[in-house]
């Protein structure tokens, strides 16, 4: 499970949807190489209209409620990905809409895996914390924090959520990847690549993905199910 963008940033699967659910991201041009030199120009701020008071309760999940201290890192990760994935962060109120999205949908499988008994415990997260560190290196690593403007007990807490994420979609789907899925793809990228090398030489990575892809929309169909029979009140 040592994938460093994805444990980091598991949830970003539901913003990339919603981006491109209602026409602000495109799934083809998603790229953080992407961004106009426009936009690259211009430094990522945040102004006070944009933090939430820690204490101030945002969102309530099936009676439990997601406080600003929570809302203000969420959106502040959520914000950062759009602008890195050159789209437009000039409309707070869709980041806004965006962040409280993930919490809920954070919420709902952080519940739901509970219930089937599915937990991470902090020392389990602060195991693959310390390998994430040493996997990616502790500049990479303090760079990322500075970036999302995470402290270290944010991210291991975010850790957790995550992990439980990817433990919940293991314990839950039941996801196969065919050799035709894999043929299938290569010969895609074969057409936009012919450099791509042979398909004995890119398997494992395609599967990967193709896998990773199925995750994602088993996870979506779950959480849209899961939000039928809850009860979810925005409160800001």
């Not at 701020?45 to 997601?66: C, K, L, M, Y």
């Not at 789907?173 to 010969?187: H, L, M, N, S």
């Amino acid at each position: 499970m040592k994938k460093f963008i994805t444990l980091a940033l598991m949830l970003s699967i539901g913003l990339f949807v919603t981006a491109c659910s209602d026409g602000s991201a495109d799934k083809n041009e998603s790229k953080p190489e992407d961004a106009t030199s426009e936009q690259q120009k211009e430094e990522l701020t945040f102004g006070s209209e944009e933090r939430v008071a820690e204490d101030t309760p945002v969102v309530s999940v099936n009676g439990t409620e997601i406080n600003g201290d929570h809302y203000n890192s969420v959106y502040t990760r959520v914000k950062t990905m759009l602008y890195n994935y050159g789209q437009d962060v000039s409309n707070l109120d869709v980041i806004k809409e965006q962040t409280i999205t993930l919490l809920i949908d954070e919420e709902l499988i952080r519940q739901d895996a509970a219930e089937k008994g599915i937990e991470v415990t902090e020392e389990e997260a602060q195991t693959e914390l310390e390998a994430i560190k040493e996997e990616t290196g502790e500049e990479q690593y303090n760079n990322m924090l500075e970036q999302f403007q995470m402290s270290d007990e944010e991210f291991r807490d975010q850790l957790i959520n995550d992990l439980t994420t990817m433990q919940y979609m293991e314990d839950q789907f039941d996801i196969e990847v065919t050799e035709e899925e894999i043929k299938e793809y290569y010969d895609k990228l074969k057409e936009q690549n012919e450099k791509i090398g042979e398909l004995t030489e890119v398997e494992d990575r395609i599967e990967s993905a193709l896998y990773s892809q199925k995750q994602s929309e088993q996870l979506q169909v779950k959480v849209e199910e899961l939000k039928k029979e809850a009860e979810v009140e925005t409160l800001i």
